[in-house]
């Protein structure tokens, strides 16, 4: 499995952006999808996730703002963030594991390489 996330940028506060994660032909019959973050001098934190039922689920800081989404002809899962906040300033990483989503990051087996996002207020 391969991942390229995609998108990032500098963005207003209280803006928008939309993320993508490339991944290999056949990735979402097999794997979950997931986005995490990593602030500077933070852990790397689970945002997001996409089962292969299509089902999401999502951590309460994000619930709400963020919405995960899957093209499955195009291979791709997205992150809309909305209502961009300082604090979600971060590089983004997307991650897939073979069985169902789960928040810790070190359940996963394959990563995207990140892409930074910065907010400013």
């Known amino acids: 499995v391969q991942l390229q996330a995609s998108g990032g940028g500098l963005v207003q506060a209280g803006g928008s952006l939309r993320l993508s994660c490339l991944a290999s032909?056949?990735?979402?019959?097999?794997?979950?999808l997931a986005w995490f973050r990593q602030a500077p001098g933070k852990e790397r934190e689970f945002l997001c996730g996409?089962?292969?039922?299509?089902?999401?689920v999502y951590a309460d800081p994000v619930k709400g703002r963020f919405a995960i989404s899957r093209d499955t002809p195009k291979s791709t899962v997205y992150l809309q963030m909305n209502s961009l906040k300082p604090e979600d300033t971060a590089v983004y990483y997307c991650a897939a594991r073979i069985r169902g989503i789960t928040t810790p990051p070190n359940t996963y087996e394959y990563w995207g390489q990140g892409t930074l996002v910065t907010v400013s207020s």
């Open positions: 032909a056949g990735t979402f019959s097999t794997h979950s």
């Open positions: 996409i089962r292969l039922s299509g089902s999401t």
